[in-house]
């Protein structure tokens, strides 16, 4: 069960996009469609912001996209805001009916 | 409106267990799936355990054989039983609730318990 693989940070500048992958395996990310994105500002609780690779809850705000490429799924986030500025964690199912984080990439809003 | 409380805690030495218990509100914890995930001191989010609507049970291998999920209906309460602990089960614990009509992601989280496994 080893993590996704994320890049440990990103960034970018307010009003641009910014794209965070995801990389995994055919035993999780490339064989499910099972593959959610978490915004967690520390001290509070994380958010759902994708599930099911594209689907948003409702409430997400439609800057954040969710999308897959084979074994490798990613998160776009458009038109950057200061309170974007967080960390993010991909999540999937695997062939061992477990789920597996990515290590999670700190973005940083400049 | 759904919450989820979790309580437990403490200081324990290496080999010690014990007991976590998410308390949740708003809903009923046997409708849904429900998830423990843990975040170490400065390290990233880490699945641990699930207890699905039927009762079936999943879990991390780093865990598997020294911690069990259960739930009690009657107190709309899930649990967490964790033995034989290491330093390295030191971490807030979170309890998740699964998102209805999605695959194994979560939607409302508890605030967090801290562990801390230590002589």
Not at chain 1, 32 to 42: E, G
Request: proline share 3%; glycine share 12%; charged share 15%.
């Amino acid at each position: 069960q080893s993590a996704l693989t994320q890049p440990a940070s990103v960034s970018g500048s307010p009003g641009q996009s910014i794209t965070i992958s995801c990389s995994g395996t055919s035993s999780d990310v490339g064989g499910y469609r099972y593959v959610s994105w978490y915004q967690h500002h520390p001290g509070k609780a994380p958010k759902l912001l994708t599930y099911d690779v594209r689907n948003r809850p409702s409430g997400v705000s439609n800057r954040f996209s969710g999308s897959k490429s084979g074994n490798t799924a990613s998160l776009t986030i458009s038109g950057l805001q200061a309170e974007d500025e967080a960390d993010y964690y991909c999540c999937s199912y695997t062939s061992s009916n477990t789920v597996v984080f990515g290590g999670g990439t700190k973005l940083t809003v400049l | 409106e759904v919450q989820l409380v979790e309580t437990g805690g403490g200081l324990i030495q290496p080999g010690g267990s014990l007991r976590l218990s998410c308390v949740a509100s708003g809903f009923t914890v046997s409708s849904n799936y429900m998830s423990w995930v843990r975040q170490a001191p400065g390290k990233g989010l880490e699945w641990v355990s699930v207890i699905y609507a039927d009762g079936r049970t999943s879990y991390a291998d780093s865990v598997k054989g020294r911690f069990t999920v259960s739930r009690d209906t009657s107190k709309n309460t899930v649990y967490l039983q964790m033995n034989s602990l290491r330093a390295e089960d030191t971490a807030v614990y979170y309890c998740a609730r699964g998102y209805d009509g999605s695959g194994y992601a979560v939607d409302y989280w508890g605030q967090g318990t801290l562990v801390t496994v230590s002589s």
